[in-house]
């Protein structure tokens, strides 16, 4: 059974990079088929999509947060990655990696455990 | 304030009907497949509903979705406990060109 894993730190400084990574177990990035997500849900509140890549490294990213984003791939250790820079306390979150159907229907449906990111000096 | 509208609560019995809006925009909704999660407390949401009216497997005829104009809804029927949680739309928005979510409904189960 297909599944996600976040990891990274729970603690960042303002101003700093948030980096976070994505294990996917029993299921290869590599094979296409889906786009690999990111998705953060500030606490108590709705969601908010981050982004997404495909396999080839073809990437698209929120407009909100384009300027800050990066979410890449490494398919020998079938994990993506999410880089946000100049965090301020308004990027606190839970933060999830999320498999995306590829194509035009944009719906996730696998979902990672979802790691909690604070950001404070 | 999100761009699709969801109420922030319902509430219904056990074993009754309940029904869930989500309404957009012709930019969003009403050009773009709809899709609906379940969020129970402290835990990642799940995929209740995609393509409008779909389910993945494993999720139970109970729960139903619909779209008409700018407009959807998700049906929950034979209500249950453990239904109560919160409930997201989800969409395309064609001229933000972002996914979308609804701020979510919270659902009580009296």
């Known amino acids: 059974q297909v599944q996600l894993q976040e990891s990274g730190p729970g603690l960042v400084k303002p101003s700093q990079t948030l980096s976070l990574t994505c294990s996917v177990s029993?299921?290869?990035?590599?094979?296409?088929?889906?786009?690999w997500s990111w998705i953060r849900q500030h606490p108590g509140r709705g969601l908010e999509w981050i982004g997404y890549m495909y396999h080839t490294g073809h990437t698209y990213y929120n407009p909100s947060l384009k300027s800050r984003v990066t979410v890449s791939v490494d398919t020998s250790r079938n994990q993506f990655s999410l880089r946000l820079t100049s965090v301020t306390a308004a990027d606190t979150a839970v933060y999830y990696c999320?498999?995306?159907?590829?194509?035009?229907?944009?719906?996730?449906?696998?979902w990672g455990r979802g790691t909690l990111v604070t950001v404070s000096s | 304030q999100s761009v699709l509208t969801q109420p922030p609560s319902v509430s219904a019995a056990p074993g009754q009907k309940v029904t869930i809006s989500c309404s957009g925009s012709?930019?969003?909704?009403?050009?773009?497949?709809v899709s609906w999660y379940q969020q129970l407390p402290a835990t990642a949401p799940k995929l209740l509903i995609y393509d409008n009216d779909k389910r993945p497997s494993g999720i139970p005829d109970r729960f139903s979705g619909s779209k008409s104009g700018a407009s959807a809804t998700l049906g929950i029927t034979g209500l249950q406990s453990g239904d109560e949680a919160a409930y997201y739309c989800g969409t395309w928005d064609s001229s933000l060109n972002a996914v979308l979510f609804g701020g979510g409904t919270k659902l009580t189960v009296l």
């Open positions: 029993d299921d290869s990035i590599s094979t296409g088929g889906y786009y």
């Open positions: 999320v498999r995306q159907w590829f194509g035009a229907h944009y719906y996730f449906d696998l």
């Open positions: 012709t930019s969003n909704i009403g050009s773009n497949y």
